[in-house]
């Protein structure tokens, strides 16, 4: 949809104007907390839409089928200054109020938009726990020296409120934090006909033993380590499966390690997934031995869907998971540690029932969609006051 496409007289002007701007159009954690925020919104009091600044498109075409305006700009695959304009064209038929900002780039093209228009508020945030290894002092440089023009700026876990005071040296005064949810499901995949389905699409049995993921191959999220997990694991746990949702820089040098390893049958590599979800209820196991996380949907909703976890105790992992409860927590870059908690799971069916039921009941009361939203227009809220002041 272009700019031209949306016109003013769709505007409400009776409700508040929420722009819900981010950076990819590829449907992954961020892109699925956006589309549950425009699902729950209260559309009595704020009207949306929605930008992205590159990618597929396919975050805008679900936001249409929600029933939102939403303009992907493609900003790598034309000048810099086509896009400005189209993006100028859509603020001045939409004209938000606020603009909700998600992830680095779309930060500053909001800051950059609210510094020549200063009636509009931006409520910008980051969706990763902070550190120097993950984005570097530039990044840090940039987000302090901008930070002024956000009216508020979220984080999304307790240690990624930490980081962001003390690394980057934000004042707190202009902080809050809104933990993630998820859509919540009303029955156990894992426990029902779609746990076939999903295994026989990879001609698997139920004697198989499947650990999946769902994230982008980037070095920080170490699928290396879980394909390194398996070669060590296949003797002992023959029916072993490790199934790997997603697309990204590292998946050629991942799929050649598979193959030194002598585990690439083993190693499913089923690229970037709009039924990701659908497919948790194929696994045995969700593993997620990241460096850098906030709080990863995909651990979400592989805790929603009765799964036990393995994950590495980064960033708001821990705020998610119990240890010992809906799953087991390890040191991070801890690849021993990793193989021992896999094997844990893989030889023992009934804790791993247990520990997916109690990390379903975990998730079920305290990170659904619904209260998140309420917790994001609440932020609205406090970014219309200083509108109106």
Known sequence: MSASNFQTQDVDVSRSRILMLTTDSAICGTERIILSLLTHLDRTKYDASLVTLWGPGDLCDAARELGYPALNLRMRERSKWAAWKEWRRFLNEFRPDVIQSLLIHSNLLGRLTVLFRRKIKLLSGISTVYTYEG?????????????????????????????????????????????????????????????????????????????????????????????????????????????????????????????????????????????????????????????????????????????????????????????????????????????????RLLSDSQQRKQMGAAGRERIHQQFSAQRMTEEFQKCYERCLRKRKS
């Open 135 to 343: 984005y570097g002092r530039l990044y840090a440089w940039l987000e302090r020296f901008t930070h002024p023009l956000d009216s508020l700026y979220v984080i999304n876990s307790e240690l990624g409120m930490r980081n962001v005071l003390d690394l980057i040296g934000l004042p707190d005064r202009r902080l809050a934090l809104v933990h993630n949810g998820i859509e919540i499901t009303n029955d156990s995949p894992v426990d029902g006909p779609l746990r076939k389905q999903a295994r026989d699409e990879f001609g698997w049995t139920d004697d198989h033993l499947v650990v999946g993921i769902v994230a982008q191959f980037r070095p920080a999220k170490k699928h290396d380590f879980l394909i390194q997990a398996l070669a060590r694991l296949q003797d002992r746990f023959p029916s072993i499966r490790l199934l790997m949702i997603g697309e990204g820089e590292r998946e050629k040098e991942l799929k050649r390690l598979a193959q030194e390893l002598g585990v690439n049958e083993k190693a499913i590599f089923a690229g970037y997934r709009s039924d990701a979800r659908r497919l948790l209820a194929g696994m045995d196991v969700f593993a997620l031995p990241s460096l850098v996380e906030g709080e990863p949907v995909s651990l979400m909703e592989a805790m929603d869907a009765g799964l036990p976890v393995v994950a590495a105790a980064a960033g708001g992992i821990p705020e998610i998971v119990s240890n010992n409860t809906g799953g087991i927590l390890i040191e991070p870059n801890n690849l021993d540690a990793l193989c021992d908690a896999l094997a």
